[in-house]
Structures are given as C-alpha cells and as structure tokens.
C-alpha cells in the first residue's frame, strides 16, 4: 500500500472502426457513429490497477476520466464510467470545434489544471481518429511535468513512475517524480468489460462540464482559429477495384511470379 492517488486519463470519442468514416461539413469526420477509443481503454485499465492496488475509491483513490468534444462526447465518459472511473469531466464548446493537436493539449491542460493536484496523467498511444501520437508530449509540456511515453508497463513506486519501452531490437527502462504524463500501448494489459454492477453504479457518478470561459481560454486560442494545422481537402476513398484471378492452367506458379514482378513485389 502506498500513497493515494488522484489520476486523469484522456478518453476520446471516436468514430467506430465498425463503420466506414465518413466526412462532414468543413472537412470534419462525422461522429454520429462513435465509441470510447479501444487504445484509451488500455490507458484506463492502467489506472484502475493503479487505484485498486492502493484501496481504490474507498482509501481516496481517484480515476478521473477527462473528455473534450461535443455533447454526444459524453458517452465516452459513460462508458468510462462503467468500466470503473470515479468520476467523469467533459470539457466542449462550440468554440472548440475543428481543434487541431495543438488547440487540444491547450484545452485539456487548462482542464487538468482545474481538475487540481493531479498525480498522473495518463492517455492511449494515439486516438483512432487523428492517430497523431501528438497530445501526450504537448500536454507534459504545458503542464511543465516530466513525460513517460509508449509505456507496455506501469508501475508507480512511493512517488515515481517506472514504465518499460519495447523497441524492435530492446527495451528501455525509464522513471519520473511525480506528477508526471504517460502514454501506454496496447501491450500493458488487457482492459475489463463494464458488468452489471459497475453499469448501475455509474449511474451515481458525477460528470463535471466545462465550457472554455470556465477554464480561462478565449475562442481565438482554440477551435480552428487556434490550431496551428488545417484540412484543406478530403476526398472519400475509392472503391474497391476487382481483383487479378489467376486460374491454374499448370502454369499458375509463372504467372504469380509474372504479376509480382509487375507490382514490384518482389
């Protein structure tokens, strides 16, 4: 048993994989059909064995889901919620709409400094949306704490964070005083499913709403106007083209080899 402590984990809410994606208005992916972000899960998990490790909710242990978008983004946080996360903060606005990785860090740094005395930060490897790996480093420096990223283990002792990062060829073992950022893949564990008790308990639990007036930040500084990239173009892809059939008239193996060569496969 250690210390207690009071950690936020980022949860993104994504268009569902399931689905084709699909571009809307001002070269904006629709989000009508979207879920908690599978590589935030991981990140969650992480937090929950933190917690639970030292007595969870009932010894002052704090999971704090934390979520930037539209209304429907709450969901995101419901479902956080359900897997185990003591309370959830959803931070939207009009103003945030077409936020790049920049204008984001920006928003949710303001949030986690509302959220006060945080002891670890922790997010997904990416999101499934953007895939740009580009909030966890902005965020620690933002926020002037040390980053641990790509972490495929977690593991907090006293007051410093110690993760393992596999690379192709070795692994680095890396630590931090706390309160420090960390990113996790999808290596570090396996997340839970919510079950039917943690479904009725979030029901009790609290989400807070922030709009950027609460958090001090001015439109300009976020949304599209803040965001230092733009779309400036997305086309759909196109469909899928027929396929070459090759039929095996004894000399089948000649005419793969034949093919690839074309393709330059080999």
């Known amino acids: ?156 002792d006293g007051r410093t964070a110690v993760i393992r990062r596999d690379g192709d060829a070795s692994s680095d073992t890396v630590e931090a005083e706390l309160p420090a950022v960390v990113s996790v893949t999808d290596q570090i564990n396996e997340p839970r499913y919510p079950n039917f008790k943690g479904i009725l308990a979030a029901k009790k639990k609290k989400i807070a709403t922030f709009g950027i007036a609460d958090l001090g930040l001015e439109p300009g500084q976020v949304g599209a106007a803040g965001s230092l990239t733009s779309v400036e173009q997305a086309d759909p892809r196109p469909p899928r083209t027929a396929g070459t059939i090759i039929t095996d008239e004894g000399d089948a193996g000649l005419k793969l080899v034949d093919f690839l060569a074309a393709q330059k496969l080999i």
């Open 1 to 156: 048993m250690g210390d207690t402590l009071k950690i936020v984990v980022l949860v993104k809410h994504v268009p569902d994989a399931q689905f084709d994606r699909h571009i809307g208005p001002e070269q904006r992916l629709e989000r009508s059909e979207s879920i908690l972000s599978e590589l935030d899960e991981y990140a969650l998990e992480a937090a929950l064995q933190l917690s639970e490790a030292r007595g969870g909710d009932k010894a002052g242990n704090q999971v704090i889901a934390l979520t930037m978008g539209t209304p429907d983004a709450a969901n995101a946080l419901k479902k956080a919620l359900q897997i185990g996360a003591s309370s959830g903060v959803h931070v939207t606005d009009d103003a945030l709409a077409g936020s790049d990785a920049w204008a984001t860090s920006l928003a949710l740094a303001a949030a986690i400094r509302a959220i006060g005395d945080v002891d670890l930060v922790l997010t997904g490897m990416a999101s499934t949306d953007g895939e740009t790996s580009l909030v966890p480093a902005q965020l620690a420096e933002r926020l002037s704490l040390p980053q641990l990223t790509f972490a495929s283990s977690l593991d907090v």
